[in-house]
Structure formats: structure tokens, C-alpha cells
């Protein structure tokens, strides 16, 4: 097939055309006074959101260059989610910026892309540094600031998401998900999450929305590293019999079994999943075995002479719903036996008594955080599936938000942080050296987010030089602080590193080639 091919200015235009189609859409959503937007779903309801990643992941344009640009910047909101689990919108907008004026700088100076680029990135490194140390530490009351803040200024939801931190502890497992019986509420269950997901990315490809959600699940746990399908054959027809779904817990799948698991996965034959175990060498034998304490499966040890083809129905164990994502696995309402639960927590105790030093209290102090620990479930209802899908992402993003505060401190929000640098006297000092050319690219981003905010309040922010920012919600210029209106530091951080990473990129390319529509 023929490729269509341009070069130079027109490419990085081209690219920068794409990423304004894609900003211009979602920068309404950022701020208290956000606006949503209507994504159009074939053969379903509109989907109404103001939520920035998941528009940006819907938007497809029709001109094959500007849709290279589009995708690179979904790739920034997707990374900031990925990482952070919000700030996408802030980070779109400052990268649009800096695409904008990076691109007409390059129209007359093409030669000068790779030094800009270095530019943006010792800038963005100094920038951080600053932020960091002008955090601070999460306190009670601030905590509910960041998370009615993050969750749009829902006083409600914010409260049910510190509710559900003061049960579980910031460390601990808390998921989202609708409410069957339309009522807003935190429930805590019997449960644990392991940093473990898909074992192939074929199963994410066949999931909703990246999840794999089992309701009524069986769990078959082993230390066996699986090569023979058949090994799996016994496990998966009392699946079929008892018309469940289920999970395989295995050290590893691999060679003709992987390839036969996901063919009959794919084709519809069997309901099932499988992930790796959590840890490695004993380590990932004592959790899998705290698993199969949690679930009430059988652990199936292969130094034991535990064998998968002789499984039977009460050597699985049973959960209400499992939820399998690309990076984790949680495991909600687990019906292993108390009684068993509390004798291996005993045994884990004694364990870390004896333990020789911190390292190893710490993982066994881990390892009883996740028996016993549970699951907080914060169960949201609304009067429509549209506005329920929504308000679940919304909670979602609040709640990462809210981790990210307690994890590495909060800044003044509304975009006010990175502002206050480009008036900072020591901030400045510390970018002296920079060309001033590059240097006013990277400080007219750096205002971009609460110029944004502002517009869409219709407001206008003027520095006083008194440290007091804008207040998104009424216009008025205030002590952020008081106000509460903070932004967690590491959400901040991640928006501004993903941004210039995805500016960087775009303002070195010089070619782009496409198929040749026919």
C-alpha cells in the first residue's frame, strides 16, 4: 500500500492540529465550574462525563495526521491516569501549550528542536524539585478538602471516601462500583487485592473496559508452573458444571497451555481467568497460601504431590466478584472459614516475632494486613445508568486523588502551585541559565491550567503579588490554604513530567507517514 508522507512544519501543524481538536473538547471539564461532554455510543445511551481521560480515549479524528497527534495526547492523559489516577485534563492543557508555542517557535528555528527539548526537561526536573519541597502533609481535615475537591466538590462522596480510608488505612483495598440497590453507600467485606493482572494482554483485550469482572467466582490456587492444558481440564469442567466462572492463582502459564487457555477464552468456551501469584521463589507460596486461606481453596503444592487433575469441587475456593484489571486483582467477599483465617494470622505473628530483622517483620506485617485488613466498597446509586457511570468515575479519579495526598503531601490547587513558581524568586534563579526564549515557552504553560480554570468560570486572575490564588468557584482571590483548595503534590508532578514528555516528543518529529486512503 502507498504512504502518504509530510515533513518539517506541516507534520508538527498537522500534530498540533490533532492535540487542539482533542484539548479544546475536554479543557471544559477542568475546575469547580467544569461542563460536560456528550459522547455518542453506537446501539447505546449517550454517555454524558466530565471526566478527561475517558473522552480523550473516545475521540477519533478524521484526518489521519491530526488523529497522530490526538493519539499522542491520549497517551499523556493515559499516562497521568495510569500513574496517578487523575490529573489528565491539567496535563493535556499544559502540554497543549507548549505544543502551540513550541511549534510556531520551530517554524523559524527547526534546527533548534532538540535543544528545546532539553530545555523542557532540565525545566520540568527543576519544577519538580520545587513542588516537593513546598509540599505539605496531609492533616484530617485537609484530607476531606482533597477528596470533596477531586470528586468535583461532592461534599457527600468526599465524606464517603475518607470514611472508607479511616476503615481500611490509606494502604488498604477500597474499589468503586454501582449499586444494585441505587442507594450511595460504604460497605466493608471480607477480601484482599494483589498487585497481579492479566497473565496475557489478550485477556485485557477481551475484558470491559479493562476489567474482568466474575460475580459467584471459584478460585483454584496452585504453585504449579502450568505447560499442559489438560492439567487445567478438571478444574474448568466443575466450572462448567456449576456454572460459575473461574480465577487460576498459578506461579506461571506458558508454551501450548497459554496458547489453548486463550483460544478457548477467546472462542467463548470457558468463563475463566488466570493470574500469576504475588512475590517470588517462598514468598509468593506463603500469599498464595494466605489466599487460599482468604477464598477457602485448597493450596495445590507440587512439592506435596498436590495434584490439579485430581481437584474437586471443595478444594476451590468462592468469592461474591473477583475484579482482574491490567495491574492488580481483588478479591470481594471471600468465604474462607474465620476460624482458619485467624489460625494462619497466629502463625504469620509468630513468624514475625521471630523474625531475624525489619525487612521480614515487614513482609509478614503485609501479609496479615491483607488477611484481615477487608475491603471497603464504596457502592454508588444513581437514577440513571448515564448518570451512574459518571458519577463512578468521578469517585474513582477521587479516590486515587485522595491516595496520592496522603502518599506524598498536597500543594495549593487550582493550578495556583505552578503559577507561584513563575513569580518565585528561587525558582527563577535555578532556571536563570535557561535561553529565554525556552524559557517563556515552558513558563506560559506553567500558567496555562488556571488561566484554563479561570475561563471556565469566566473569571479573571491577577497576580497581587500577596501569594492569595484564585478561587475557581467564586472568582475571588484568596489564601488557598484556608480555603482548602489543594491539589495532591505527586498528581501535580505526574501532569507536568507527562505533558512535557509527550511535547518533547511532538516538537522533535520532522516526518509523518500514513497509509494512503483508498
Same mark, same amino acid.
Given at each position: 500500500?502507498s504512504?502518504?508522507?509530510?515533513?518539517?512544519?506541516?507534520a508538527?501543524?498537522?500534530?498540533?492540529?490533532?492535540?487542539?481538536?482533542?484539548t479544546?473538547t475536554?479543557?471544559?471539564t477542568?475546575g469547580?465550574?467544569?461542563?460536560?461532554?456528550?459522547?455518542?455510543?453506537?446501539g447505546?445511551a449517550?454517555?454524558?462525563?466530565?471526566?478527561?481521560?475517558?473522552?480523550?480515549?473516545?475521540?477519533?479524528l478524521?484526518?489521519?495526521?491530526?488523529?497522530?497527534g490526538?493519539?499522542?495526547?491520549?497517551?499523556?492523559s493515559?499516562q497521568?491516569?495510569e500513574?496517578?489516577?487523575?490529573g489528565?485534563?491539567t496535563?493535556?492543557?499544559?502540554?497543549?501549550?507548549?505544543?502551540q508555542?513550541g511549534?510556531?517557535?520551530?517554524?523559524?528555528?527547526?534546527?533548534?528542536?532538540?535543544?528545546?527539548?532539553?530545555?523542557?526537561?532540565?525545566?520540568?526536573?527543576?519544577?519538580?524539585?520545587?513542588?516537593?519541597?513546598?509540599?505539605?502533609?496531609?492533616?484530617?481535615?485537609?484530607?476531606?478538602?482533597?477528596a470533596?475537591?477531586?470528586s468535583?466538590?461532592?461534599?457527600?462522596?468526599?465524606?464517603?471516601?475518607v470514611?472508607?480510608?479511616? +476503615?481500611?488505612?490509606? @494502604? /488498604?483495598?477500597?474499589?468503586? *462500583?454501582p449499586?444494585k440497590?441505587?442507594? =450511595?453507600?460504604?460497605? %466493608? &467485606?471480607?477480601g484482599m487485592?494483589?498487585?497481579?493482572?492479566f497473565?496475557?494482554?489478550?485477556?485485557? +483485550?477481551?475484558?470491559? @473496559? /479493562?476489567?474482568?469482572?466474575? *460475580?459467584?467466582?471459584?478460585?483454584?490456587? =496452585?504453585?504449579?508452573? %502450568? &505447560?499442559?492444558?489438560a492439567?487445567?481440564?478438571?478444574?474448568?469442567?466443575l466450572?462448567v458444571?456449576?456454572?460459575?466462572p473461574?480465577?487460576?492463582?498459578?506461579?506461571?502459564?506458558?508454551?501450548?497451555a497459554?496458547?489453548?487457555?486463550?483460544?478457548?477464552?477467546?472462542?467463548?468456551?470457558?468463563?475463566?481467568?488466570?493470574?500469576?501469584?504475588?512475590?517470588?521463589?517462598?514468598?509468593?507460596?506463603?500469599?498464595?497460601?494466605?489466599?487460599?486461606?482468604?477464598?477457602?481453596a485448597?493450596?495445590?503444592m507440587?512439592?506435596t504431590?498436590s495434584?490439579?487433575?485430581?481437584?474437586?469441587?471443595?478444594?476451590l475456593?468462592?468469592?461474591?466478584?473477583?475484579?482482574?484489571?491490567?495491574?492488580?486483582?481483588?478479591?470481594?467477599?471471600?468465604?474462607?472459614?474465620?476460624?482458619?483465617?485467624g489460625w494462619?494470622?497466629?502463625?504469620?505473628?509468630q513468624?514475625?516475632?521471630?523474625?531475624?530483622?525489619d525487612?521480614?517483620?515487614?513482609?509478614?506485617?503485609?501479609?496479615?494486613?491483607?488477611?484481615?485488613?477487608?475491603?471497603?466498597?464504596?457502592?454508588?446509586?444513581?437514577?440513571?445508568?448515564v448518570e451512574?457511570?459518571?458519577?463512578?468515575?468521578r469517585?474513582?479519579?477521587?479516590?486515587?486523588?485522595?491516595?496520592?495526598?496522603?502518599?506524598?503531601?498536597?500543594?495549593?490547587?487550582?493550578?495556583?502551585?505552578?503559577?507561584?513558581?513563575?513569580?518565585d524568586?528561587?525558582?527563577n534563579?535555578?532556571?536563570n541559565?535557561?535561553?529565554?526564549?525556552?524559557y517563556?515557552?515552558?513558563?506560559n504553560?506553567?500558567?496555562?491550567p488556571?488561566?484554563?480554570?479561570?475561563?471556565?468560570?469566566?473569571?479573571?486572575?491577577v497576580?497581587?503579588?500577596?501569594?492569595?490564588?484564585?478561587?475557581?468557584l467564586?472568582?475571588?482571590?484568596?489564601?488557598?490554604?484556608?480555603?482548602?483548595i489543594?491539589?495532591?503534590?505527586l498528581?501535580?508532578?505526574?501532569?507536568?513530567?507527562?505533558?512535557?514528555?509527550?511535547?518533547?516528543?511532538?516538537?522533535?518529529?520532522?516526518?509523518?507517514?500514513?497509509?494512503?486512503?483508498?
Open positions: 500500500m504512504k502518504m508522507i509530510i515533513r518539517g512544519h506541516d508538527r501543524q498537522k500534530l498540533l492540529d490533532g492535540v487542539n481538536e482533542l479544546d475536554i479543557k471544559v477542568l469547580p465550574k467544569a461542563r460536560s461532554v456528550v459522547l455518542d455510543r453506537e447505546q449517550p454517555l454524558v462525563m466530565n471526566d478527561g481521560v475517558t473522552i480523550a480515549k473516545d475521540i477519533e478524521q484526518d489521519p495526521f491530526e488523529n497522530m490526538a493519539k499522542l495526547l491520549r497517551e499523556v493515559s497521568a491516569q500513574n496517578m489516577g487523575d489528565t485534563t496535563a493535556c492543557v499544559i502540554a497543549q501549550k507548549l505544543i508555542d511549534v510556531e517557535y520551530l517554524k523559524s528555528s527547526p534546527t533548534e528542536s532538540n535543544n528545546l527539548k532539553r530545555a523542557l526537561d532540565e525545566m520540568s526536573m527543576i519544577t519538580t524539585k520545587h513542588l516537593e519541597s513546598s509540599a505539605k502533609e496531609v492533616k484530617d481535615d485537609s484530607l476531606m478538602a482533597v470533596t475537591i477531586a468535583n466538590n461532592d461534599n457527600n462522596i468526599g465524606k464517603l471516601i470514611d472508607a480510608i479511616s +476503615e481500611v488505612g490509606g @494502604d /488498604g483495598v477500597i474499589t468503586v *462500583e449499586s440497590s441505587g442507594n =450511595t453507600e460504604l460497605s %466493608i &467485606t471480607e487485592e494483589l498487585p497481579r493482572g497473565i496475557s494482554p489478550i485477556l485485557a +483485550e477481551h475484558a470491559t @473496559d /479493562g476489567k474482568r469482572i466474575m *460475580e459467584n467466582a471459584l478460585v483454584c490456587i =496452585t504453585d504449579d508452573k %502450568i &505447560t499442559n492444558f492439567d487445567m481440564l478438571p478444574a474448568l469442567e466450572s458444571q456449576e456454572k460459575r473461574i480465577l487460576f492463582v498459578v506461579r506461571g502459564l506458558d508454551g501450548a497459554l496458547t489453548n487457555f486463550l483460544l478457548n477464552v477467546v472462542n467463548g468456551n470457558i468463563d475463566a481467568c488466570v493470574i500469576e501469584g504475588d512475590d517470588y521463589g517462598d514468598w509468593q507460596d506463603k500469599k498464595m497460601r494466605d489466599l487460599a486461606c482468604q477464598t477457602g485448597k493450596f495445590f507440587t512439592k504431590g495434584d490439579l487433575k485430581s481437584i474437586k469441587l471443595d478444594n475456593g468462592s468469592c461474591d466478584k473477583i475484579i482482574v484489571s491490567k495491574k492488580k486483582t481483588t478479591f470481594l467477599g471471600c468465604k474462607g472459614e474465620k476460624d482458619i483465617i494462619a494470622v497466629d502463625k504469620i505473628k513468624d514475625m516475632e521471630e523474625a531475624p530483622n525487612w521480614l517483620k515487614d513482609k509478614h506485617k503485609e501479609r496479615i494486613a491483607r488477611l484481615i485488613g477487608g475491603v471497603a466498597v464504596i457502592k454508588i446509586g444513581a437514577p440513571t445508568q451512574m457511570n459518571d458519577t463512578v468515575e469517585v474513582d479519579d477521587a479516590l486515587n486523588a485522595t491516595r496520592a495526598a496522603l502518599a506524598g503531601g498536597v500543594v495549593e490547587g487550582g493550578g495556583f502551585s505552578l503559577y507561584k513558581l513563575t513569580q524568586t528561587d525558582w534563579k535555578d532556571v541559565h535557561i535561553r529565554p526564549d525556552f517563556h515557552i515552558f513558563v504553560a506553567l500558567m496555562k488556571l488561566q484554563q480554570i479561570a475561563e471556565n468560570g469566566d473569571w479573571q486572575f497576580w497581587e503579588g500577596d501569594g492569595k490564588g484564585l478561587n475557581g467564586t472568582g475571588e482571590n484568596c489564601d488557598l490554604w484556608e480555603a482548602g489543594i491539589d495532591p503534590v498528581v501535580t508532578m505526574s501532569s507536568l513530567q507527562s505533558a512535557v514528555s509527550v511535547a518533547s516528543m511532538v516538537l522533535t518529529t520532522d516526518s509523518l507517514v500514513t497509509d494512503e486512503k483508498v
